[in-house]
Nanobody, 118 residues
Framework: QVQLVESGGGLVQAGGSLRLSCAASGSIDSGYFMGWYRQAPGKQRELVAT???????DYVDSVKGRFTISRDNALRTLYLQMNSLKPEDTAVYYC????????????WGQGTQVTVSA
């Protein structure tokens, strides 16, 4: 079992920054594939950013150049640095972890709310 706990969400004005953290515990190691999803009210859940065990990053087009995903394997923590935030970034952000990029069970955190005011 893997447990994921997100933190760092909040209310910020447009143009501001937030850093989300996801603390992992349980049967997880540095080989896990990890990422962030988000879900805005009335919309489908969207994959925002991912990072492989060897540090390869990928982003949805709408956040490229503004968001940075990173991981600290020693601390078993995943981060999402969000800069130049826009009102359309408002959503609940979820951390995920999976044994490999394409296979295995996906573990989810409980989510953290990010609200960007205009």
């Amino acid at each position: 079992q893997v447990q994921l706990v997100e933190s760092g969400g909040g209310l910020v004005q447009a143009g501001g920054s937030l850093r989300l953290s996801c603390a992992a515990s349980g049967s997880i190691d540095s080989g896990y594939f990890m990422g962030w999803y988000r879900q805005a009210p009335g919309k489908q859940r969207e994959l925002v950013a991912t990072i492989t065990s060897d540090g390869i990053r990928d982003y949805v087009d709408s956040v490229k150049g503004r968001f940075t995903i990173s991981r600290d394997n020693a601390l078993r923590t995943l981060y999402l640095q969000m800069n130049s935030l826009k009102p359309e970034d408002t959503a609940v952000y979820y951390c995920i972890a999976r044994g490999s990029r394409f296979f295995g069970r996906t573990y989810w955190g409980q989510g953290t709310q990010v609200t960007v005011s205009a």
